[in-house]
């Protein structure tokens, strides 16, 4: 069992920026994907960005050019850098891990609890 732990949220102003941090129970290291989603409200959780283990990354259209995932393997977390934050970003971020997975699809998933990012001014 894996446990997620995200910390690093809270209320910002347009433009500004705010960095999540993803803490795991278990070696970072060791999982083949992790990643960020986010839920705003009223609507459906969406990927906003994944790290996979040979450190490709991968964004959704609408944070492109704005945040960036990475890994640390010292501190065992994954983070997302966030600029230029906009209203648009205001959600419940959740950090997401793949254990195991077929060359299809994960089969062994977790989940954080998730943090509010609330960008107003």
């Known amino acids: 069992q894996v446990q997620l732990v995200e910390a690093g949220g809270g209320l910002v102003q347009p433009g500004e920026s705010l960095n999540l941090s993803c803490a795991a129970s278990g070696n970072i290291a060791s999982m083949p994907i992790m990643g960020w989603y986010r839920q705003p409200p009223g609507k459906q959780r969406v990927l906003v960005a994944l790290?996979?283990?040979?450190?490709?990354?991968t964004y959704a259209d609408s944070v492109m050019g704005r945040f960036t995932i990475t890994r640390d393997i010292a501190k065992n977390t994954v983070d997302l850098q966030m600029s230029r934050l906009k209203p648009d970003d205001t959600a419940v971020y959740y950090c997401?891990?793949?254990?195991?997975?077929?060359?299809?699809?994960?089969?062994?998933?977790?989940w954080g609890q998730g943090i509010q990012v609330t960008v107003s001014s």
């Open positions: 997401y891990t793949v254990l195991r997975l077929t060359t299809s699809s994960p089969i062994e998933t977790y």
């Open positions: 790290f996979y283990s040979g450190n490709q990354t």
